[in-house]
T-cell receptor
Framework: IAGITQAPTSQILAAGRRMTLRCTQDMRHNAMYWYRQDLGLGLRLIHYSNTAGTTGKGEVPDGYSVSRANTDDFPLTLASAVPSQTSVYFC???????????FGPGTRLTVL | GQNIDQPTEMTATEGAIVQINCTYQTSGFNGLFWYQQHAGEAPTFLSYNVLDGLEEKGRFSSFLSRSKGYSYLLLKELQMKDSASYLCAGLDSNYQLIWGAGTKLIIKP
């Protein structure tokens, strides 16, 4: 059982570079989410997708974009990375919007 | 605004009982989740409450009072492996989870 996978595990990136974080789930879940987690703060929602083909903005969407071309994949793109985007990024999925969210292992991103 | 409050850190002794409190203020309410997160790992689901009362799952129980905007997570017979952060999250009217900053639980022998 794979559940949710994320890649890469960690990355150091120069400011101004473009970066895509990958997320794949094999549970056929309809809803997927991207969060960032910073010390002392709760998880903050960046973008979400309630079903394939649709996306929405969360609490902190600026500087990030997503796409949901199919059920399984939900990549997060940083068009031009800035140091304030240094964080741990978690992808999650749930069967439906009211159901339990299950998390991937996370990507630790450092922007210098 | 929306807000989830929980203590930053708690300390307890192995074998004892600890209660982690959470107060929430969300626009609409569709349930309250508790997750466990070990250092350097992803959050993992512990419990979900949508109706008032106590839900028991082995050594862990979770309580909800919707009228008070209050929940707690009760951990019994503490083990060293329970040392982790415990995250409280409320599901709002847009079906988005609003997260607390987490309570770091330190278990001492």
């Amino acid at each position: 059982i794979a559940g949710i996978t994320q890649a890469p595990t960690s990355q150091i990136l120069a400011a101004g570079r473009r970066m895509t974080l990958r997320c794949t789930q094999d549970m056929r879940h309809n809803a997927m989410y991207w969060y960032r987690q910073d010390l002392g703060l709760g998880l903050r929602l960046i973008h979400y997708s309630n079903t394939a083909g649709t996306t929405g903005k969360g609490e902190v969407p600026d500087g990030y974009s997503v796409s949901r071309a199919n059920t399984d994949d939900f990549p997060l793109t940083l068009a031009s990375a800035v140091p304030s985007q240094t964080s741990v990024y978690f992808c999650a999925s749930s069967a439906g919007v009211t159901d339990t969210q299950y998390f991937g292992p996370g990507t630790r991103l450092t922007v210098l | 605004g929306q807000n989830i409050d929980q203590p930053t850190e708690m300390t307890a002794t192995e074998g004892a009982i600890v209660q982690i409190n959470c107060t929430y203020q969300t626009s609409g309410f569709n349930g309250l989740f508790w997750y466990q997160q070990h250092a350097g790992e992803a959050p993992t689901f512990l419990s979900y409450n949508v109706l008032d009362g106590l839900e028991e799952k082995g050594r862990f129980s979770s309580f909800l009072s919707r009228s008070k905007g209050y929940s707690y997570l009760l951990l019994k017979e503490l083990q060293m492996k329970d040392s982790a952060s415990y995250l409280c999250a409320g599901l709002d009217s847009n079906y988005q989870l609003i997260w607390g900053a987490g309570t770091k639980l330190i278990i001492k022998p």
